[in-house]
């Protein structure tokens, strides 16, 4: 197991993180650390989906939380209207939620890309270049075409900060 401290949701920056989540109509909601979280499809500490709710702990990693908000605003409609605790979705989503999260890192300081990426790899996340920063720079394409393709970002690679909407 990798000494890397993953970065927790609390010490993300409070109106960094809730300008983010407001672009995407999500409500941040923070229970109790020890506390069980509700829609948390792996349980412990990592973040949980229900509706428009993103759940955490303040002991949350930050990716989780990015993760499970990618997820939201990357699925479909239909999916996002009956949203409880499993995002499910394809491998190509799933690629792209990756990415994404990538992107958004941008906007949270002191997370950034590079410490997101590698509290992906610190976390177990598996690339088959061997890491996550290996895969967005040179594998991610697919992901990147997805998420134009949906909406999610722009021709400058930044998000659009609109949900998927088909």
């Known amino acids: 197991m990798s000494q890397h401290q993953v970065l927790p949701v609390s010490a993300l920056e ?25 829609g948390s499809f792996w349980g412990d500490s990592e973040a949980g989906l229900i509706a428009n709710r993103l759940i955490v702990r303040p002991d949350t990693p930050a990716h989780s939380l990015l993760h499970e908000a990618c997820h939201y605003i990357c699925m479909s409609a239909d999916r996002r209207a009956g949203l409880h605790t499993n995002a499910g979705g394809d491998y190509d ?14 906007d949270l300081p002191p997370l950034n890309p590079a410490r997101l990426m590698a509290d992906m790899d610190a976390w177990g996340y598996s690339f ?33 900060g609109k949900l998927r909407n088909d």
Do not use: K, M
């Open 93 to 106: 989503e799933e690629n792209a939620v990756c990415y994404l999260q990538i992107l958004l890192a941008a």
């Open 14 to 38: 409070p109106q960094a993180l809730q300008a983010v989540l407001n672009r995407y109509q999500l409500q941040l909601e923070i229970v109790a650390n020890g506390e069980a979280i509700p």
């Open 128 to 160: 088959r270049l061997g890491s996550a920063r290996a895969w967005f720079e040179q594998d991610a394409q697919d992901a990147r075409e997805w998420l134009a393709r949906h909406g999610l970002i722009g021709t400058d690679d930044r998000p659009t």
